[in-house]
């Protein structure tokens, strides 16, 4: 189910008032019938509907940064994470760094790949 938008969660809490059910509310925006119901008990203890705050430090890169990222590693299949982050500068002027880097790409399936070392084999090695 989508996530209710803010302006949704205020013209159901009209709706509400107004008098409508909240199993038509929840029809009329495609949502659950539990998530108006707790929709309208939180805007009845807080009175409003935004969002609240969230726990945690916010990504420093943007999602314009991580499509960057992407976009880079799907072109270019053995550029390290190390010069990726060295290249990427996240919001606010701080530098990214690599685990950040692997982490934005292990989101979408890919990863920092560095070639095979071997050795150079000769022909009498080849022969054998």
């Known amino acids: 189910m989508p996530r ?3 302006h949704e969660r205020s013209e159901a809490v009209v709706m509400l008032r107004a008098g409508t059910g909240v199993t038509d509310v929840a ?11 707790r929709l309208w008990e939180r805007y009845n203890v807080t009175g409003i509907v935004k969002d609240r705050p969230h726990s945690g430090q916010p990504k420093i890169t ?4 991580d499509a960057n990222l992407r976009r880079v590693h799907s ?3 053995f550029c390290s994470a190390t010069q990726s982050a060295r290249l990427t500068i996240g919001i606010r ?4 760094h690599a685990p950040t880097v692997r982490r934005r790409l292990r989101a979408v399936a890919l990863h920092c790949r560095r070639p095979k070392q071997g050795y150079i084999l000769t022909d009498i090695y080849k022969a054998e």
Not at 27 to 37: E, Y
Not at 93 to 96: F, N, T, V
């Open 62 to 65: 943007t999602p314009r940064q």
């Open 27 to 37: 029809r009329q925006f495609n949502c659950a019938r539990s998530t108006v119901k």
């Open 93 to 96: 002027g701080r530098p990214i």
């Open 75 to 77: 072109r270019f299949r």
């Open 4 to 6: 209710l938008l803010e």
